[in-house]
């Protein structure tokens, strides 16, 4: 048990004094050829979502679902549609994923129904057994580069042991990702590092204040603040990013 711990560590980059997973590694996993079951989780704002979409996928392609107690397997999975006098089967997203080795995102999987967390066991289990059978009868197994990346902002301790158990890696974000940060004037930048570190009624993600940044352009700094947070928590946000040094 030592060594394997002391192996683990020696290839983990985390921040010594937080013991936090910074971006370098995160894209390195995602990245990665092994680590095909992978669950980001972290505030909002912070850019999982963008991670998921966009970093690593090598040649792959992108299919995405964002899950809702609502969303039944079966608009994961596919079902029969009428084409002209037939009834046809048409393969669902995770379906498409898996036949053409592309990179599934699931979003929000603490918000899944049972039905389809029910139908997601297969779908995570290793590449050597995950497969599904289609009502046509027909077996789908992973083509090769198959990848599941799961966006939340709750880690999955929640979820069923089971399918916690799933996943390759589990990594928590806790800083916006680097380009979006590079994208905000100064003043802007420094308050959503600070503001990361509030609680979740004051807090600004990166998301609005790239909204902001832009729509300053036309109306004003202030004005944007208003448009974009609201009258009283624009107008304190402004006053913040004037503390700041933006103008």
């Given at each position: ?59 792959r392609a992108l299919y995405a679902c964002t899950l809702m107690p609502e969303t039944p397997a079966a608009e994961l999975r596919g079902t029969y549609l009428p084409m002209g006098e037939c009834i046809v089967w048409h393969d669902g997203p995770v379906v498409r994923a898996m036949r053409e080795g592309a990179r599934l995102v699931l979003n929000e999987l603490s ?137």
């Amino acid at each position: 048990m030592a060594e394997k711990t002391k192996t683990r560590n020696a290839n983990t980059k985390t921040d010594s004094k937080t013991d936090t997973i910074d971006w370098e590694l995160i894209e390195r996993v995602l990245g990665s050829e092994v680590a095909l079951r992978i669950y980001l989780y972290g505030l909002p704002g912070v850019g999982k979502t963008y991670a998921a979409y966009m970093i690593r996928r090598q040649d792959r392609a992108l299919y995405a679902c964002t899950l809702m107690p609502e969303t039944p397997a079966a608009e994961l999975r596919g079902t029969y549609l009428p084409m002209g006098e037939c009834i046809v089967w048409h393969d669902g997203p995770v379906v498409r994923a898996m036949r053409e080795g592309a990179r599934l995102v699931l979003n929000e999987l603490s918000h899944a129904s049972e039905d389809a967390l029910a139908f997601l066991y297969p779908v995570l289990e290793n590449s050597d057994t995950a497969r599904i059978t289609l009502p046509t009868g027909e077996t789908v197994t992973p083509a090769k580069g198959f990848q599941v990346v799961v966006t939340d902002n709750q880690a999955p301790d929640d979820l069923p042991a089971a399918l916690r158990d799933r996943f390759d890696a589990v990594l928590e974000i806790r800083e916006p990702h680097p380009s979006a940060l590079a994208r905000l004037s100064e003043p802007l930048r420094e308050v959503v590092r600070r503001g990361m570190a509030l609680d979740e009624e004051r807090r600004v993600s990166v998301r609005p204040v790239l909204a902001i940044d832009r729509l300053a352009h036309e109306f004003g700094l202030r004005v944007a603040c208003l448009i974009v947070l609201g009258a009283a928590r624009g107008s304190l946000f402004h006053d913040a990013l004037v503390l700041a040094g933006a103008k």
